[in-house]
C-alpha cells in the first residue's frame, strides 16, 4: 500500500510537506540559475521562501491540488497499479504548480527589475521550461519519495509502512 493521504487532516499535513521540500528545492534551484547566490541577502533568500511556501500552499490546496486530482484520475490508466496513480498525480502537480508558480516568479522578478530584454509572456515560457525540467525530476526522484517516507513515519505512524516495492 502507497502512503497517501486518506482524509482532510492527512491530506493537510501531506500538501504542507511536499510544498516545503519542492518550494526549498526550486527557490535554491531559481536562485543558481538566476545567479543570485552571494547578491541576494539571507533575510531575501528566507523572504523568497516564505513567500513562495505560503503561496504554493495556497495553490495546492485550493486550486492546482483539486485540479491535478480530478486530470489524473480522469486519465485511462490502470488505477489500481500504484506506481501509475504517484506518476499521473505528480506530473499532472508538477505541470499545474509550474504554470502557476512560474507567474509568481516572473512577477517577482518584474517587480525587482531583473527580467531583462523582452516581454513578460517570452519571460513567463522561458521561466516555464526551465522550471519545468527541474521539478518534474525533483518531484518523482527526491521529494515524492522523501515526502511519502516521511508522512508514513511521521504522520501515519506505524500502521501503514508497507509499500509494495514503491516509494
Known amino acids: 500500500m502507497i502512503n497517501i493521504a486518506n482524509n482532510k487532516k492527512e491530506n493537510f499535513y501531506f500538501g504542507m510537506m511536499m510544498c ?10 531559481n536562485l543558481v540559475i538566476n545567479d543570485l547566490i552571494g547578491t541576494i541577502s ?3 533568500m528566507l523572504l523568497q521562501l516564505i513567500l513562495g511556501f505560503i503561496i504554493a ?5 485550493f486550486i492546482v491540488g483539486p485540479i491535478a486530482h480530478k486530470v489524473a484520475f ?5 488505477k489500481s497499479n500504484k506506481l501509475f496513480v504517484i506518476l499521473s498525480l505528480a506530473f499532472c502537480m508538477v505541470i499545474g504548480m509550474v ?9 517577482m522578478a518584474h517587480f ?3 527580467l531583462g530584454e523582452g516581454s513578460l509572456l517570452k519571460h513567463y515560457f522561458l521561466t516555464v521550461g526551465k522550471n519545468f525540467i527541474f521539478a518534474l525530476p525533483l518531484q518523482l526522484l527526491i521529494i ?7 508522512f508514513a513515519k511521521l504522520v501515519k505512524g506505524q500502521k501503514s509502512i508497507q509499500t509494495d516495492g514503491v516509494s
Open 20 to 29: 516545503i521540500g519542492m518550494v526549498i528545492g526550486m527557490t535554491f534551484y
Open 42 to 44: 539571507l533575510q531575501g
Open 57 to 61: 500552499f495556497i495553490l495546492e490546496l
Open 74 to 78: 480522469s486519465l485511462p490508466y490502470d
Open 99 to 107: 504554470l502557476s508558480m512560474s507567474i509568481y516568479g516572473v512577477t
Open 112 to 114: 525587482a527589475n531583473s
Open 144 to 150: 515524492g519519495p522523501l515526502v511519502r517516507f516521511s
